[in-house]
């Protein structure tokens, strides 16, 4: 069964899956100043867009979701285009609102799976880094196995977990506490790499060796990194990975996004390498200006453009469904009790 923030639904109700976005969120403690080292003041606005796409962490409302309405309406497009479930992945550290998910999958009628974690380390407040890998397990398994704190519906899978450059002492506990936690209750992981550091292998490593199979662990924005000898290091140990479409824009000089023909073409390549290779999709919006009122993509950006741009490239129809379907649904679906104790 899949665990919805609506409760329990078999695999076969998901639909096309998107296994990494952000519904609700807040993540103004990566705000920094612009290229040039002024700021940015008031809403994401349309005067602003170009200033905004050229340094994009530097407007407060940017990073923040913090609307149900708006949330309901830009979802409601996606089920409008196909889209069946969205896997919320909004963890400590970037502003999670769980207890309003609820509301928003009724009013959009899209399926939300709601993740459980922790981000980066220089999000997250001290208390929370201080903690022992001993409290952080029981945490993601009450998570997992009877509600996310501050509802009545179980975390999907565990996630987004961060992990920085350097892996930091506070991020390795919780990579071994999730690994227990997930593999005991028969879960998945998502990661989120730091792009400036090739650790993708070595977390996979850290996960397995707590007893989680590798192919409950997907790394999320694989595209990040557009290396093939890398990224096939990471699905050859068995690992799903995610490449998310729709964000092209700056975060400082000489850090930005790929544009969509790259992660398209990168794509391409790895299937050549790896025809078999596990791959997931999404849109990664985590932030206003993604969003369609705003001249974003929107959650829809995947269905619309990039998957019948796959198709005509020669992506074989059954290798998308598995992109969108098959691999989503065994990475969200979990044994019931009985089959763990079996």
Known sequence: MIETVLGPIPAARLGRVSTNEHVLADSTVLLRPTREGGRLEGPVRPEILGDLR?????????????????????????????????????????????????????????????????????????????RSEAALEDEFRAALETAIPGTDFRAGLLGLLGTSAEITPAELRTLHAAGRAAAATGSSVSIRLDAA?????????????????????????????????????IVDRGAVVEFAFGSENHFGDDARDANDDDRIRFLLDLL???????????????????????????????????????????VAAERLDDMLVGRPARLLDRPAAQELRA
């Open 54 to 130: 050229w340094s994009w962490l530097s407007l407060a409302d940017n990073l923040t979701l913090d609307s149900t309405d708006d949330a309901a309406d830009e979802l409601r497009l996606a089920v409008d285009a196909g889209l069946g479930t969205v896997v919320e992945a909004t963890s400590h550290g970037m502003g999670p609102r769980h207890a309003d998910l609820p509301a928003v999958s009724r009013r959009s009628g899209m399926t939300i799976v709601a993740a459980y974690g922790s981000y980066i380390d220089k999000t997250l407040p001290a208390w929370w880094r201080k």
């Open 197 to 233: 550091a090739r650790r993708g292998p070595e977390v996979a490593d850290i996960l397995t060796a707590t007893g989680l199979a590798p192919e409950r662990i997907l790394f999320c924005n694989i595209d990040k990194v557009r290396e093939l000898a890398y990224v096939t290091e």
């Open 272 to 314: 050549a390498a790896r025809p078999d290779c596990p791959i997931t999709l999404s849109c990664s919006v985590w932030t206003k200006g993604q969003l369609t009122r705003h001249g974003g993509m929107g959650y829809a950006h995947v269905l619309r453009r990039v998957v019948p741009a796959l198709a005509r490239a020669g």
